[in-house]
């Protein structure tokens, strides 16, 4: 169709054009012009026409530059995901955060160091450069929002401090009082739940969180949580962000070894936790095997509907999908190498076209 024609159209019209189109079609209209990109990612569009995308798992591993396998639970099948090419050339470069569509890498170049976010489904990206240099950080966490997106971490300098980076501003903001609530050497990542990153703590049981408005923290003891004869060997938080509600993966043993892990979730009305499931014993004791005891390598995260508790020196999945109250491994990505042996770090990737860098 002739240029003339088709931009002189009236919006609606060429709404109901574009509404025939496979996704596929749509998706590489984007770059014809900036008329069809605002048309096509306007609120309104996306909402009159909705477009079933599958989501996945995303296994990221050191050595893994060009591309990222992806697991589909819904038809139990593996693909990949090509990086682009700024990302896949830059070998320092490493995934550290997913969030509604949107994955959050480091880069590392000759020159500086920097983030980079990227939205997988429309190949677009931003650089974003750290508030100074050198920029030690840790704990990073990607938090995306439906027009916006925030980036949490502490800088690991001498001054731990909180940094909070917004789209919208294009700007980071810098709050102190950090070594009061979280230790160095903490490396669990935080959870969204109702306006803050909470974070954890197993000895002794701590919840802490931290205001992503105005960076100030709030603590909660952990009484009566757990049964007072068992030992809290590990926790893990993950939150369900469609009904937003908060959970809790326990390990419960004595003299640092886990006999039992359990799903608890957090009732906000009284703030307490109450058991929900508790893992199988014969699965439990292949976890822990797996893990070989050592907590600081368990991590876990959620992924429509499914409660994943995962290892970094183990390339599978253990999940509990909170719907059917069932227990499920995900099986070894054939194209892994036999040489991979640790390192694995698993992510939540729902795409999304809408998904602003």
Not at 38 to 59: A, M, N, Y
């Amino acid at each position: 169709m002739d240029p003339v024609i088709w931009s002189n159209l009236p919006n609606h019209i060429l709404d109901h054009i574009l509404s025939f189109l496979p996704f596929k079609t749509l998706v590489s209209l984007r770059s014809t012009s900036k008329h069809l990109r605002s048309l096509i990612l306007s609120p309104t569009f996306l909402s009159d026409h909705s477009f079933p995308l599958p989501s996945f798992l995303l296994l990221s591993h050191p050595q893994a530059f060009q591309s990222f396998p992806l697991f589909d639970p819904n038809l139990i099948s593996w693909r990949t995901l090509p990086l682009p090419r700024s990302l896949s050339l830059t070998c320092a470069s490493s995934l550290l955060s997913s969030s509604h569509g949107l994955l959050c890498f480091s880069v590392s170049p000759s020159s500086a160091s920097s983030l980079s976010v990227f939205n997988p489904l429309t190949r677009s990206s931003r650089s974003i450069k750290f508030p100074f240099y050198p920029f030690p950080f840790e704990l990073l966490s990607l938090v995306a929002f439906p027009d916006s997106y925030r980036i949490f971490t502490i800088s690991s300098s001498a001054s731990r401090s909180v940094c909070l980076y917004d789209s919208g501003d294009r700007w980071w903001r810098i709050f102190g009082g950090v070594d009061q609530v979280l230790p160095r050497g903490f490396n669990q990542d935080g959870v969204f739940y109702n306006g803050s990153l909470y974070f954890v703590r197993s000895e002794p049981f701590l919840l802490v969180s931290v205001n992503l408005d105005d960076g100030k923290w709030t603590t909660a003891a952990g009484d009566g949580v757990f049964p007072a004869e068992d030992e809290i060997t590990f926790a893990r938080l993950v939150t369900d962000p469609e009904k937003k509600i908060l959970y809790m993966v326990g390990g419960i043993g004595s003299n640092g070894i886990c006999r039992s892990i359990k799903i608890y979730e957090f009732k906000r009305e009284t703030e307490s936790w109450i058991e929900a499931e508790t893992l199988p014993d014969i699965v439990c004791r292949k976890f822990t095997s797996v893990c070989y005891h050592n907590y600081e390598h368990v991590y876990c995260l959620w992924h429509k509907e499914m409660i994943c508790v995962c290892c970094y020196n183990w390339p599978e999945i253990l999940f509990f999908h909170v719907g059917r109250r069932t227990w499920h491994w995900v099986p070894k990505c054939p194209s892994l190498p036999e040489k991979w042996s640790c390192g694995f770090r698993w992510f939540s990737l729902v795409p999304s076209l809408s998904a602003s860098v």
